[in-house]
């Protein structure tokens, strides 16, 4: 690891620093740099941590870092943004952390914003609102899961003693909707794991769950942009197994600090893990990738992170819990013919619906022709006058 620029302009009593791994982003990092050093708030560190790229990224990070003190360029062999992260946490000066990737868009304010409501209410962590970014078309969609509006406690700042069993559910495990405290993450010591995809979420789990006051701003400040070249989540299935080892991570560092022993906690660390796990399975797009996962879950690797059959009113999804169980009783060969029968059960429901609604369909224009037909014939338009007729005589009187 090495740094491009040695010396540190920044003024003292930095307010944010913000965390950015680069690798080969060229294609969008002019867009998010633009983000970034044009915040509102602006006594702030920008640490781009170049991981090994060999394209134009380091080149664009110099022309930005000639132009802007306040961005640090650190350069690390090809390895993963959790390491990326835990190299630029080691340098940052600023009170707050921010996690930002190197592709999405970021409001103006939003660092501001997310400051003022950390220092308004005292909190170790702040969560923010965020929506999707497409790319193909430019379009911009609303996601609920970033800030789940329904499981926030009346009271806030809070924390896991305070939202119950809903501590790990209100967001996704996400960094980068995300403000900590530094001073919090380093008095508990929490860093990102060094796996290849998912080593965000024992970051994140770690310090929703230890921290004393968390609050929210409920307004849109991150833009994750989404169908772009060159993104690790497009090819889950090379690493199938970085989603459990993230979750077990997190369960058996949970244990040590005898935090699982809380009700609550264990059944919102459950409702988490089989989230994660059963999406996860979905996102695979090769075959033995999916039976790997499938079947460490089923034989032991559910068990493992706290999953068992504790009834349906135990998990928030139903149709979550239903695939737990159906995994469990079936191997993976009747479970992917399970599945095709569903999906085919499902076809003939949606044809069945269909032409449903095309008879409904023909149904009307029939009832419309023959209601226009009625109103074409002479004596409906001779009832018609009368009835006008009739009602201006009873309005004069």
Known sequence: MGLIREERTMEENIQVSVIMPVHNGEKYLRDTLECVVNQSLKNIEIICVNDGSDDASIQILEEYSSKDSRI??????????????????KQAKGKYLVFWDSDDLFETNALEVMFNQCEQDGADLCVCNANQYYTDTGAYLERPYYLKEKYLPEQIPFSRKIIGPYILNFTTSVPWNKMVKAEFIKEKAICFQDIERANDQYFSILSITLAERITVVRDILVHYRVRQDGNLTKDFSSTPMCAFYALKASYDKLMELGVLQEEDLRRSFANKALNSLIYSLNIQNDVTAYKQLYEYLTQGGFENVGICDCGKDYYFS????????????????????????????SIVEKNQKNKEL??????LKKDRKELNSIKSRKWYKIITKMLDILDRIKGKK
Do not use: P
């Open 318 to 345: 139903l149709a979550e819990y239903e695939n737990y169980k159906k995994m469990m009783a079936h191997t993976y060969a009747e479970y992917l013919l399970l599945k095709n029968k569903e999906y085919r059960d």
């Open 358 to 363: 095309v008879q409904e369909n023909k149904e």
């Open 72 to 89: 640090l360029i650190v350069n690390q062999e090809k390895s993963n943004a959790g390491v990326a992260r835990n190299h630029g946490l």
